[in-house]
């Protein structure tokens, strides 16, 4: 009895000492790879950093990262993976609201939990009580733009052109759509195009004959890019503008001067004079060969913080237990801002607005929920 009580103690304390895995999917490579690699990058560095304190539960935290290609399909075989194989106690993903909602029906029915960093449409989080993220959602995203085009931009005539084949894109077309209609704006002209397009002459020369002030692309920065430049080139000149989607170095990189001047909103900004802010962008800097992080980095990071703070204050990996404490956050002071999820398990945050100027991304101003009136 007492060498079977031996061998019993002595494999629980190799069980304790095994790292606690935690499941991350992104686009690394594909479309969509800026936004996976800047997010990975910050997912990365806050395990990193987690570790080096000791970890979790006295145990290390292994981050075991799928590349989805960005490829319809590769998310959902991913994290079945992950769960099944690996044997995860949560997930972190994705960028993308289509492929979160591919995955996150499976970690439903799983009941593990899955983080977005920054899937913004509203219903990723509504698949189910084990599904969460530390981003806002485009109801509020879509009538913040709206007030940057009345206030910012004083444009009341504006045309839209969305992707009809992303969920993301025309969520946040609908919610901008309501509020600048709801504040006596007009939407003079509906034009649309699908993932992958490279030609939108037809789309952007009814925009033009209509006589618009302003137009609006609720999308993926690759295409936001070719419809700017497009744009310009047709003697367009009017002010372009979109949401989140549009944050990446490509956006720059693809739409050169066309983008100058364009405004989007996004998460978080380096410029932001803060404490916190400044430590992540030094920290992300070091580790990264002097990049500066963008939102993507910054909601990638916090996501890991999130939900390892939930694993802490559950003081268990067990899937209910983790939820129950993801449910419960309150005040996560992160690099985007204090995360406190709602009933929804969405989180509340200032907007922030950047316009191209220069080739650089630069701040212009943080809108707060408060800020937006039902």
């Not at 969920?167 to 901008?176: M, N, Q």
Request: hydrophobic share 40%.
């Amino acid at each position: 009895m007492a060498a079977a009580a031996a061998v019993a103690a002595l494999s629980a304390g190799s069980r304790a000492q095994e790292p606690i895995k935690i499941g991350e999917y992104a686009s690394l490579t594909g479309k969509e790879a800026a936004f996976g690699q800047s997010s990975h990058k910050g997912t990365l560095l806050a395990v990193e950093e987690i570790n080096a304190r000791g970890g979790v539960l006295g145990r290390q935290v292994e981050l075991i990262t799928e590349d989805n290609q960005s490829k319809q399909g590769e998310s959902a075989t991913i994290v079945k993976k992950l769960i099944s194989r690996e044997k995860v106690v949560a997930i972190l993903g994705e960028v993308a609201s289509m492929r979160s909602l591919e995955a996150a029906p499976i970690c439903q029915a799983y009941k593990v939990p899955m983080v977005s960093p920054s899937s913004t449409y509203p219903k990723v989080t509504e698949i189910g009580n084990y599904i969460f993220r530390v981003c806002f959602t485009d109801r509020f995203q879509g009538h913040v733009l709206a007030k940057v085009a009345k206030d910012t931009l004083k444009i009341r005539r504006v045309a839209l052109l969305t992707s009809v084949s992303s969920a993301y894109s025309v969520g946040l077309a609908e919610y901008f759509k309501e509020r600048f209609t709801a504040d006596g704006g007009q939407i003079v002209i509906e034009q649309r195009y699908t993932e992958g397009s490279k030609d939108f002459d037809a789309q952007l020369t009814a925009i033009k004959a209509a006589g618009v002030e302003g137009i609006f692309v609720p999308g993926y920065y690759t295409e936001a890019a070719l419809i700017c430049r497009q744009a310009r080139e047709l003697g367009i000149t009017v002010p372009l503008f979109g949401g989140d989607g549009w944050e990446a170095p490509e956006l720059v990189d693809i739409g050169g001067a066309a983008v100058e001047g364009c405004y989007y909103t996004t998460h978080y900004s380096p410029q932001v004079d803060s404490p916190v802010v400044k430590a992540f962008v030094a920290k992300f800097q070091a580790r990264f060969k002097g990049e500066t992080p963008d939102a993507m980095a910054a909601l990638g990071y916090d996501s890991a913080g999130v939900l390892v703070d939930a694993i802490h204050r559950a003081g268990s990996t067990e899937g209910a237990a983790i939820r129950a404490a993801l449910a419960a956050t309150s005040d996560f002071e992160g690099v985007t801002g204090l995360t406190a999820m709602d009933r929804e398990r969405n989180a509340s945050k200032a907007a922030f607005v950047i316009m191209v100027k220069d080739g650089r991304f630069t701040f212009v101003q943080s809108i707060s929920p408060q800020r937006i009136a039902p």
